[in-house]
Structure formats: C-alpha cells, structure tokens
C-alpha cells in the first residue's frame, strides 16, 4: 500500500517505536493479552501488554509468549495505582523490556529511572500541559496525549484541549495521541497538527484476536458513544481516577464502594491507600467479569467515546489496512484542497 504522505508525517514516531506503521494498540487489562498484541505489531504496529494487575509469573509468561509470536517492537503497560505494580516494575527491568509505558496515574522520576538504567524507553501519559512538562523533567522519553474520551482509567480534560495546550506546545519528544480515536480519516488530521503517531484502544478491543468474550464485544458493537461514562469522584480524601465505561450495574456498584470506603476513612479502619487498594481491585475483578465471563451487566465495560463508531468484528491486519487507506486518502485530499 502507497502510504507516502502518511510515511513523511509520521517519520518521528515511527523512527521512536521503530514500527512501520504509527498506530498504537493502547493496553487493555484482560484484552491486550500476547495473540493481539503480536497480531498488530505483526501488522505493523505497535502492540502493548498490559500487566493490569496479574501476578508477576502470568505477566512473564504473556511477555515471553508474545516475544515467541513477534519479532517485531512491543511495549509493556504498567498502572501505577495497581497493589503489584513494584512489583511488576521490577518485572520488566529484568526482562529488559524495550519500552515501558506508566499509566493509570504518574510515575515517580525515581521509577522511571528504574525502567530507563534497565535500557526501556519510557512513554507516559499526560493529561494536563503541567503533567506533560513534568513528566518530561521526570525522563519522559515519549507522551502519550491522552484525551477524557479514552476508556478506561481516564483524566479530566478533552482531547481537543490537549492538541493546544501540549502537542501544539511540545517538541522536546515524540507526541502520541489518544481518547475517542477510530478511523483514519480522524488520524489523519492528527498527523497534520504534528502527532507523532495514534493511539487506539477500543477498536481493537472487539478485533478476532481479542480474546474478549463474544458478548463483550457484542455490546461494543450495539453501544452509542453517549453510552460510555466517566465514573465521579466523590470526596477529596479518596482521590480516584475517573473510569470511562459503558453505564451497567457496576457504574452504580463503584459508587456504592465509594460511599463504604468514605465511611470506613471516616471511622480510622482503613487506610487512603488501603482504599485506594480497594477501588483497583473492583475494576480489576469487574473487568475481568465483563472480558474473560462475558458478564455484561455486572462486568465492567471500558470503553472510549469511539465505541459509537464500530461496526464489527475484524482481524487486526483489516483494521489496519482500513485505517493506512482512509489516512492516506484524506492527507491527498487535504492536499489537493490546498494546492
């Protein structure tokens, strides 16, 4: 496929994750698991595990069977707020993982400097222009723009807003961006205001290397993007990281939690991080329910905005084709307006 225009505008970041193709499959606990992974970087992504909160052996054993599927760049996603994540941190510096991306809150510059003296470089996510700036003081090697549009474990402010405020800003390092992304007539413009490269989460969520249950994806495929929700915060004292999914009984049940935990803070028989403890252990479980069970009423479902915008079930290399084709059908468009 002739991807010239797209091949010159995403030169950086393909050079960065030495990919040829500047799509990323964003890390979904339970669905980023080694056959997806393997299957977009075998297309010519870049594919990333995502450690959620497995024991450390599951998470060796997912990074050796992927590296046996692919010879290609992966990367391994780390949430910072997870009971195992130190655990997982070290993980990965012994196995000299190339590329280590902290999400779910922000890394310590002390914990960069682990993955990075272990020779990984290091994407972090940035949701406001501040994080961004100290996460490149920190030793960010790479940001990944991440708009409240996104699923999962999300910040506060629209993609929209974090084109001006960092990528527009920031040229220190490789930009990548994310949060409501689906189709490459979309990433194409993004190209255009200077991204680096896209990030993509649910549409390869319900790709046929998913290994999300059948009725997982069935309920991607009939949701409205005004469906997926972000979760409220609803006292100071427990700081939670707002988490966008499709609205069931469990948006309801982790209000509930955080009333019990609010009123456990209050009477001293719990810790912040204890409950904090507690807030990631319910999505973990929630959504391995809704993933691995196909409990779409009890499970949870992480989902971005862009969920509105799938159709179907297709193999990682059509999702792949679909969005090179559209991309560099709307950059000559663009051009042929302009010139």
């Known amino acids: 496929m002739n991807t010239e225009m797209l091949d010159r505008l995403s030169e950086q970041g393909r050079g960065f994750l030495g990919i040829r193709y500047p799509f990323i499959c964003g890390a979904m606990t339970w669905v980023s698991e080694p056959t997806l992974v393997a299957a977009v970087s075998n297309a010519g992504g870049f594919g990333c595990l995502a450690a959620g909160n497995m024991p450390c052996d599951l998470l060796e054993k997912q990074i050796n069977e992927t590296r046996n599927l692919t010879d290609k760049p ?9 009971p195992m ?4 941190l070290e993980l990965v510096s012994k196995l000299e993982v190339p590329f280590v991306i902290f999400a779910g809150s922000f890394p310590r510059r002390s914990e960069m400097r682990v993955a990075k003296d272990a020779g990984a470089k290091v994407l972090c996510f940035a949701s406001t222009h501040s994080i961004a700036e100290r996460m490149i003081r920190y030793g960010a090697d790479a940001l990944i723009l991440e708009g409240m549009e996104a699923g999962g474990h999300v910040g506060r402010v629209t993609l929209a807003i974090l084109l001006q405020q960092v990528l527009f800003e920031i040229s ?3 930009v990548f961006v994310a949060g409501g992304i689906a189709t490459g007539r979309m990433c194409a413009h993004l190209f255009l205001m200077g991204a680096s490269g896209v990030q993509l989460g649910t549409r390869f969520a319900i790709a046929e290397e998913s290994p999300a249950h059948p009725d997982f994806k069935r309920a991607f495929i009939r949701a409205q993007a005004r469906d997926a929700v972000a979760t409220p915060q609803f006292d100071s004292r427990l700081p939670v990281v707002a988490v966008r999914a499709l609205r069931n009984d469990a948006t309801g049940d982790f209000s509930k939690l ?6 456990e803070l209050n009477r ?6 204890q409950a904090q403890n507690r807030v990631e252990e319910f999505w973990m479980g929630r959504l391995r329910l809704a993933v691995v069970d196909g409990d779409i009423t009890r499970g949870s479902l992480m989902a971005g905005q862009s969920v509105g915008l799938v159709s179907g079930e297709m193999k990682v290399q059509e999702i792949m084709d679909e969005l090179l084709a559209d991309t560099e059908a709307e950059l000559r468009r663009v051009r042929d307006l302009i010139c």
């Not at 992966?74 to 997870?82: P, R, S, Y």
């Not at 001293?268 to 991080?273: H, L």
Request: charged content about 25%.
């Open 172 to 174: 220190d390092v490789p």
């Open 268 to 273: 001293g028989t719990i810790t912040r991080e």
């Open 74 to 82: 992966i990367g391994v996603n780390l949430i910072t707020i997870a």
């Open 85 to 88: 994540y130190r655990d997982h």
């Open 258 to 263: 955080q009333l019990e935990l609010m009123d």
